[in-house]
């Protein structure tokens, strides 16, 4: 196929060389003319993504109308606080029916809209979808051993994406839920936050495991209310991509909170990740999700308060393990 990713961040430039290794076409955009400069000299993202040289075929252009010209799929890779502004300056050269999938993941803050519902308002004829998973750039830009899922509105644009994205080495499952899919997605960028703020005030793995645990459980709840399914939340966009962005070296967000486990306030630790840091900007709207579907999310909530109220983080955790006793399943009654 004739591709074009629009964003060359890491994940932008892993994708081109995940799809450019299936012999697809593909384009990379970028908004910023020196980024476009270093990869057309180097075929390598030697900021975001070093040792990930892109075969000579891709191509890369700072015009949208020439990088979505004749394109049969367009793959949005741009952080999320940029989705709808890329969106609204593509659609005008973005055919009826086009394929698009969003490989990005937050909630828009001044809306509480999904990145697909995002999308699809600003380029209503398209046929949006999500990929996503547990994928970090830095594994799959070396062809390391990867499995995602893509959500999408029918079978048939699922499948045909499943084709195009999956190899030997990067496998691609299958669903019609893209609520859940993108929920688990942008949540568990709030989650790996808390994660790597305990790792900063020198907690332990069993800290680490309570907060995955719970934190599944928070945004599970929330992506049922919302519409989506509990069984997605145990997937691959779920508490798999839960379990690698709290664990992973790789992780901004892991990162991000550990820098301000360690006293960093927010800008200093983003300012020091060099990336954009997702959770902080899906932080707000997770909360707000919760007080509109009247759910209780202990952990997003604290998040919150440390992200923007100067809440100390020690007193954060000493706050959430001396919250009211409870069971941990609300659900199962006493014999």
């Not at 594994?139 to 030997?168: C, I, N, S, Y």
Request: include cysteine; glycine fraction near 8%.
């Amino acid at each position: 196929m004739k591709i074009v990713i629009l964003g060359a961040g890491s994940w932008g430039v892993a994708l081109a060389r995940l799809l450019t290794e299936n012999k697809h076409e593909v384009t990379v955009w970028s908004i910023d003319p020196e980024e476009v400069a270093m990869l057309k000299t180097y075929g390598e993202q030697k900021a975001k993504l070093p040792g990930v040289i892109l075969p000579g075929t891709v191509e890369y252009t700072t015009d949208i109308e020439d990088a979505l010209r004749d394109k049969e799929l367009v793959v949005f890779a741009v952080p999320s606080p940029f989705i709808r502004s890329t969106a609204k300056t593509a659609s005008k050269y973005i055919a009826d029916g086009t394929i698009i999938v969003s490989v990005a993941k937050g909630i828009e803050e001044s809306t509480l809209h999904l990145l697909d519902q995002v999308i699809e308002e600003e380029i209503p004829g398209a046929d949006v979808a999500v990929l996503s998973g547990p994928s970090h750039a830095e594994e799959v830009g070396k062809l390391m051993p990867t499995t995602v899922v893509v959500g999408a509105h029918t079978r048939k644009t699922a499948e045909l994406l499943q084709d195009v994205f999956m190899t030997d080495f990067f496998r691609v499952y299958i669903s019609p839920d893209m609520t859940g899919i993108e929920l688990g997605a942008a949540l568990k960028n709030v989650i790996a936050l808390a994660a790597g703020i305990a790792d900063g005030l020198g907690c332990g793995d069993n800290t680490k495991a309570a907060l995955i645990t719970r934190g599944i459980s928070e945004i599970r709840e929330l992506a049922v209310k919302m519409g989506g399914h509990a069984e997605t939340l145990s997937g691959l966009s779920g508490i798999g991509d839960l379990i690698v962005t709290c664990a992973s070296v790789h992780s901004r967000n892991r990162k991000a909170g550990y820098l301000m486990g360690q006293g960093r306030t927010m800008q200093e630790a983003m300012d020091e990740v060099h990336m954009v840091v997702e959770g902080v900007y899906s932080a707000k709207a997770a909360l707000l999700l919760a007080e509109k579907y009247h759910v209780t999310m202990p952990i997003v909530e604290m998040v919150n308060r440390i992200l923007f109220h100067d809440f100390p983080a020690k007193e954060a955790l000493h706050e959430l393990l001396t919250r009211d006793k409870k069971s941990e399943v609300a659900s199962l009654d006493w014999a």
